[in-house]
């Protein structure tokens, strides 16, 4: 958690309540939020930064407060079985409960600076913008959503007023009650994974590993929510072939073999220097360790694979949906989410045809649709 003094108080900017959290015996208030439990004196922020203890209570510090807006394609998530093809209207705040040293938004999730939030947008306005823009869904996503919980689920109450699908993009790191709740009002989730040992997420992520397993069992099996799982690949640090064995076969034992994953290229970031990139072998020989374990969907991604990123039908083997970096080719399911070939269920959640949004990146300001 943080130490500096500040002097916040209720009323001031992006500050609201929050109720997940309780008083200790010391006078510290106890953040109930995920794992980490922070334990906090008055003005002092817990370590994700948007989490504070202002006039004894628990407050979040960054309702309506964005490091921007971008129109990104589904698949960039990555969600590979979720409306394909079609834009989703992607934001974050500042900040992060965990404290991974290879952080690829690290200037975002690592902020310390309020200014990183230059763009601000209540609920609705950001329903709205997403529907005008010809958004599917909107994706919580650049840092972890769960530390900005009660602005996530007010945004995706709006959104679902209008039809407009809410995605998490989220490490899971959440404690019980406050996961029922999140989970209630999100759509569909991909999962960072990060691996498969106590020792990485300890060492290299500040975290655990079971409360991730909940988290996705979770999801998998208490909610309606359409969930993908991502793992960054680091060389020489959760991509043995043992490990890989034991989280693909972990995913098909628990979750069953329809749970897309997604093996990804790590580059050198934040404070993890000292690792090369991953090579396209070791993705490829980890997606061949899924399917060989029963995953039905395996994926590489963060490189140029056509192979490795397309999608083939289980049963014959026909490629159901070609895929080139974010650029979609052949499409052979129907409108039920069948193979043409032979008519076995794609696992997902797809429509009759799929969208053209391509590879577009398109920032948006929400102060135009205020």
């Known amino acids: 958690m943080t130490t500096e003094k500040e002097h916040l108080k209720l009323g001031d900017p992006g500050i609201v309540p929050t109720k997940y959290w309780h008083k200790l015996e010391d006078g510290r208030l106890q953040c109930d939020l995920c794992p980490r439990e922070c334990k906090l004196h008055d003005n002092q922020r817990g370590l994700c930064f948007v989490r504070a203890s202002v006039e004894d209570q628990i407050v979040l510090t960054t309702y309506g407060r964005s490091s921007g807006y971008c129109i990104d394609p589904i698949e960039k998530k990555p969600l590979n079985h979720y409306l394909p093809g079609t834009p989703v209207l992607s934001f974050g705040t500042a900040g992060c409960n965990l404290a991974c040293k290879f952080c690829q938004n690290w200037d975002i999730s690592k902020s310390r600076e309020l200014d990183t939030l230059m763009d601000q947008a209540d609920p609705e306005t950001i329903a709205r913008a997403a529907e005008e823009l010809g958004c599917r869904s909107v994706a919580y996503t650049y840092n972890d959503p769960v530390i900005f919980h009660e602005y996530a689920i007010d945004v995706a109450k709006a959104c679902r007023e209008r039809n407009i ?11 019980e009650e406050p996961r029922k709740e999140f989970f209630e009002y999100m759509d569909a989730a991909n999962v960072d994974l990060k691996a498969f040992t106590e020792e990485f997420y300890w060492k290299v992520t500040g975290s655990h590993l079971q409360p991730i397993l909940e988290t996705i069992e979770y999801i998998h099996h208490e909610t309606d ?24 076969q972990w995913v098909v034992e628990k979750l069953g073999p329809d749970v897309p994953m997604h093996f990804t290229a790590f580059h050198p970031e934040y404070k993890l ?4 990139p991953t090579p396209l072998a070791t993705l490829q020989r980890s997606r061949d360790i899924a399917l060989k374990n029963g995953v039905r969907y395996a994926y590489t991604g963060n490189v140029h694979d056509k192979a490795g990123d397309s ?6 083997g026909t490629r159901l949906i070609e895929r080139d970096w974010y650029e979609l080719g052949e499409w052979n399911l129907d409108a039920n989410g069948c193979c043409t070939q032979c008519g076995t269920q794609c696992a997902g959640v797809f429509e009759e045809g799929h969208g053209d949004w391509g590879s577009k990146r398109q920032p948006v300001r929400l102060a135009n649709y205020r």
Request: with cysteine; aromatic share 8%; glycine share 4%.
């Open 311 to 316: 999608t083939y039908c289980h049963s014959c």
């Open 225 to 248: 929510v359409w969930m993908e799982l991502t793992t960054l690949l680091i060389p020489g640090y959760n991509d043995s072939e043992k490990e890989i064995e034991e989280m693909t």
């Open 273 to 276: 220097m000292d690792a090369p």
């Open 165 to 175: 699908k809410s995605v998490a993009v989220t490490a899971g790191y959440i404690s």
